[in-house]
């Protein structure tokens, strides 16, 4: 007989690794989203994209901890690209068209990157200290997952603190409910809107990377990135750094518990506690005092 | 607008006449899709209810009728009755879920309540054939007529396109239709006006549910298949790219829109692989330079012309 504790503690700690990386790719997301008010479809080609940079990278023999900083500016670098055209155009637009801008471009990507990377489903050489496994109450569970929970708390942490506790994240945060007033101050706001964008797709770049150890890479893989991200983000609600980590988990556990008990119909179940949840607190689980009258 | 519907008519005859197969099985499908882009329109246009679940009503529809094709024959109004029910029920289920919510949540659970459809054709062999589809479709028939081939297809296609166009129009026209529009520019006023939000979105929804199924109830006789693949999210996202390509608010721009991308899909992917990019492409140019379509700009060169 298995021993049950040890199967339910490897279980969470799976469903924590992956609400891990829910937590960085919904952050990224997030972060536009509730910040600059702009539906950035496009996320998931970020993360995609950032999944193939590592890849290469730890297929290369460079130092492979540079992978993650590697993913980052890559991604960073197209978000940069793309803020100066088209989306600084599509910041005051409604919803509606953002989403479908973005949408088409995440299109282009998908396709380009089907061309540059192959349709192939491509898996990284981790390095030896992250490979192999270990034994928690006698079940075996591979290290780099607990690399993934490490790297999203201390993440997570990094950019709640950066967001919330330095003059750059209130400067952040003062232009997006008054940009006039913050012009006045002598801070030009659309350099501050594209550094938000480029951490955003940094965010996702890097997520990607480190997403590649679990999910491997292959085209598609974007698309179910980007609506696991944008479920994360509105299941958690949107304006809030504890809503989008409360989200992270409540996905990440709805989907791994799910294929444990239901390993047939897994994704009907956790979306249907998903959609539930959404039905119970239509705002999301962590809902923000309204900013607007 | 009667000559209008009978030039459409005149000219659906002549192309049946004139058209291979090949060429008459493609307009079929810009057709049925077109039909339930239009219905996709109803909810977006004029509802302001951007619904990114859309094919789960009409590839429901699909499976259905594809379900009681097999069991009970082809006949058309079995599958349309079939079809209808189904697209009208899912709908209503959709709308109990969606519909106390707005904007962004309203899509992720568009979104989610769909996949839950797919996940059931996907999973659920027995009935559905899963990842397989289902295929072995009896030729349609119409009482104890049969009709084969793809003219039937064809005719049948247009007539529907037709009565569906001129059912949305004249809901659009209609009081309950002018009210859905509200709802979508000034919520609050219609609710102090008397109107029950959910009732006027819902009766959008069951509407646009019956006339998606209605295509959709077709639609496997297009190629005697169908698969998982016209139920995923993906194929709801296509529909908006047709949407937008075709222009949102009007409702014949739906069918500009399927024939822009299945057109680039069919004709485009037999000389280059890269097809997808092509839509991509031309969905960012629509949106950076036409954002009201090509129905929209149609309007606006006759509107200067004149």
């Known amino acids: ?137 006698d079940m075996p569970f591979p290290i780099f997952r607990l690399f993934l929970i490490g790297a999203g708390v201390a993440l997570g942490l990094a950019l709640w603190l950066l967001l919330d506790r330095t003059v750059w994240g209130a400067v952040l945060r003062a232009a997006v409910s008054d940009r006039g007033i913050v012009e006045t101050l002598g801070i030009d706001t659309r350099r501050v809107l594209t550094l938000v964008l480029v951490l955003s797709a940094g965010l996702g770049g890097l997520s990607g990377a480190l997403g590649a150890g679990m999910l491997a890479a292959y085209p598609g893989l974007d698309e179910e990135v980007l609506l696991l991200a944008l479920v994360t983000v509105v299941v958690g609600g949107l304006g809030s750094f504890g809503g989008t980590v409360a989200g992270a988990l409540v996905v990440g556990f709805a989907l791994t518990f799910s294929k444990v008990w239901f390993p047939e119909f897994a994704n009907l179940a956790a979306f249907a506690v998903l959609v539930l949840l959404l039905m119970l607190r239509p705002s999301g689980l962590v809902a923000p005092p309204l900013r607007r009258i | ?64 009728a594809a379900i009681a094709a097999r069991a009970w024959g082809g006949d058309v109004l079995l599958m349309l009755g079939a079809g209808i029910a189904t697209g009208t029920l899912l709908a209503a289920a959709m709308g109990v879920v969606i519909l106390r919510s707005g904007q962004l949540f309203l899509l992720i659970l568009t979104l989610l309540t769909g996949q839950m459809v797919w996940e059931v054709a996907f999973h659920w062999r027995d009935v559905t054939g899963g990842a397989d589809g289902l295929r072995g479709l009896p030729a349609l028939s119409f009482g104890p007529w049969a009709l ?128 997808q990019l092509c839509v991509g492409l031309v969905f960012v140019l629509t949106v950076l330079l036409l954002p009201n379509g090509i129905a929209g700009g149609m309007r606006r060169w006759r509107g200067g012309a004149e």
């Open chain 1, 1 to 137: 007989m298995p021993d049950l504790l040890g199967y339910a503690a490897v279980q969470t700690l799976n469903a924590l690794s992956f609400s891990a990386l829910l937590l960085l790719n919904g952050l990224g997301l997030s972060v536009v989203l509730s910040l600059m008010n702009f539906v950035n479809l496009t996320h998931g080609a970020f993360f995609l994209l950032g999944s193939y940079v590592g890849i290469f990278w730890l297929g290369s023999g460079a130092p492979w901890w540079l992978a993650f900083p590697a993913a980052f500016l890559a991604s960073g670098l197209v978000g940069a690209v793309l803020e100066r055209f088209p989306f600084r155009q599509f910041y005051a637009q409604p919803h509606l068209m953002q989403v479908l801008l973005t949408y088409g471009l995440s299109l282009i990507f998908a396709d380009l990157m089907r061309w540059g990377f192959g349709a192939q489903i491509l898996t990284p050489e981790l390095p030896e200290t992250l490979q192999g496994v270990v034994f928690i109450l």
């Open chain 2, 1 to 64: 607008m009667t000559r209008a519907v009978l030039a459409a008519a005149l000219l659906a005859v002549v192309t049946a006449v004139l058209a291979d197969d090949f060429l008459l099985r493609f307009l079929a499908e810009i057709l049925l899709l077109g039909i339930a882009v239009m219905s996709l329109d109803l909810l977006i246009g004029f509802g302001g209810l951007v619904s990114l679940g859309h094919a789960a009503l009409f590839g429901g529809a699909a499976y259905a």
């Open chain 2, 148 to 275: 084969p081939g793809a003219q039937p297809l064809f005719l049948l296609a247009v007539l529907l396109a037709i009565l569906a166009w001129l059912v949305a129009r004249s809901y659009v026209a209609a009081p309950i239709g002018r009210a859905l529009v509200g709802t979508r520019e000034q919520p609050i006023r219609m609710s102090a006006l008397g109107y029950s939000l959910f009732a006027v979105r819902f009766r959008a929804l069951l509407l646009a549910g019956a006339i998606a199924g209605a295509a959709g109830a077709l639609y496997p006789f297009v190629n005697l298949y169908v698969g998982p693949q016209s139920v995923h999210w993906t194929q709801s996202a296509a529909m908006v790219i047709m949407l937008v390509i075709g222009g949102i608010g009007s409702l014949w721009g739906g069918f500009l829109g399927a024939a822009v991308y299945l057109g680039i899909q069919t004709y485009l992917s037999a000389w280059t692989d890269r097809w």
